[in-house]
């Protein structure tokens, strides 16, 4: 609601444009004229205690002869530098009674009422507004921690957490899986050489009918981590180079043959061990009894056939032993035996396989059929 101003009549101002002169018309209206300390009269409204603005009226200036200019002066008019017959004049108060509605209810600024919330929406206020602790905007509503927001930051640190911790898993996963086996293949590539390197510089032994030469003194024991011996299993189409000792640092590339064991084709036991990896011993477990498994060493080809596969603890050494399972027994006849980890990544237990000696034959001979031969 819009309180009237002052009524427009022919005194000083502007007449038809809102503006009027003294009149006692303005007291019934609520305004009340008071002089100056100059004479001048102000006009206050009787119940606004709102300041009065001042103008300085005079004679109406002639209107321009373009009816442009006029059209843009016409509600500016030009005054004129006659203070002395200038008298004072104000403009009219406007009192709104429009009260703005409680908040949450404020209209939109497009005059539209704006729609209901919809379930599980949130209304935030974009200008910040005054409260009984200072103002309240929406970076400090937003921003401010609160219970949830804590547990909500901590599930998000333990599941992105969870993720790396998963994909290092996988990684690493692979890389035993397949990583090693490109690792295995290349070293076994070289072990191959250094081994026919090391039985090309071995002479041959000489057969003569004159009288038997002067014994000869029995060969050193073989260096850890050298190559001593082939070792091939048809079923699973798999071939490695043997290496002397079960250390780490030996079998990590190679399977590896107990030092204290016999060597291949002897009476005793054959004994090699080597990694549950793809590269190595992997399938291990697929060999049944009358599989076959070939050793090979300078000049021979021994043949070997499984008899028992079966899975042990750790502690049970004596599957190794020259008669496996008695370590106190004298051997009799040559044997071969396999032993890894198991079950597949891990080494709680271990998988142990036995096989006999069918036959030997010269490389002369050329490969047994076994391999193809």
Not at 148 to 168: D, P, Y
Not at 205 to 233: C, F, K, N, R
């Amino acid at each position: 609601m819009t309180r009237p101003g002052p009524p427009v009549d022919g005194g000083h101002g502007f007449s038809g444009h809102g503006y009027s002169g003294h009149g006692d018309n303005d007291r019934s209206n609520g305004y009340q004229h008071q002089p100056d300390r100059y004479g001048r009269h102000q006009a206050h409204h009787l119940d606004d205690a709102t300041a009065v603005i001042p103008r300085f009226a005079g004679p109406r200036p002639a209107p321009p002869a373009d009816p442009h200019t006029a059209a843009q002066t016409a509600l500016i008019p030009a005054y004129p530098n006659d203070h002395a017959a200038a008298a004072t004049n104000v403009l009219p108060v406007v009192i709104s009674s429009y009260q703005p509605p409680p908040d949450g209810d404020k209209p939109a600024l497009d005059g539209h009422e704006r729609p209901p919330s919809r379930r599980g929406e949130r209304v935030v206020k974009l200008r910040p507004e005054r409260t009984g602790e200072g103002y309240k905007s929406i970076y400090s509503e937003l921003t401010r921690p609160t219970v949830w927001s804590r547990l909500r930051t901590a599930a998000r640190f333990t599941g992105e957490l969870l993720i790396t911790f998963g994909v290092i898993v996988l990684l690493f996963a692979g890389y035993e899986i397949w990583g090693k086996s490109v690792i295995v293949n290349a070293h076994q590539e070289d072990l191959s050489e250094q081994l026919a390197q090391q039985w090309a510089d071995v002479p041959a032994p000489v057969v003569s009918d004159g009288p038997s030469p002067a014994p000869v003194a029995a060969p050193e024991p073989p260096v850890q981590g050298t190559p001593v011996a082939g070792l091939y299993i048809p079923k699973i189409d798999k071939s490695w180079v043997v290496v002397e000792g079960v250390g780490q640092n030996d079998i990590r590339y190679a399977p590896g043959h107990y030092p204290n064991s016999a060597q291949p084709g002897v009476i005793g036991n054959f004994s090699v061990a080597g990694h549950r990896n793809r590269a190595t011993f992997w399938r291990l477990d697929e060999l049944r009894d009358g599989d076959v498994i070939v050793v090979e060493d300078r000049d021979t080809w021994h043949v070997y056939a499984v008899t028992r596969n079966h899975i042990v603890l750790p502690s049970q050494t004596e599957v190794v032993a020259p008669v496996p399972g008695d370590r106190n027994a004298k051997p009799t006849k040559a044997m071969l035996t396999l032993t890894t980890c198991h079950p597949k990544f891990d080494n709680y237990q271990r998988l142990i396989v036995h096989a006999t000696l069918v036959r030997s034959q010269p490389k002369a001979d050329g490969q047994p059929a076994e391999l193809g031969g």
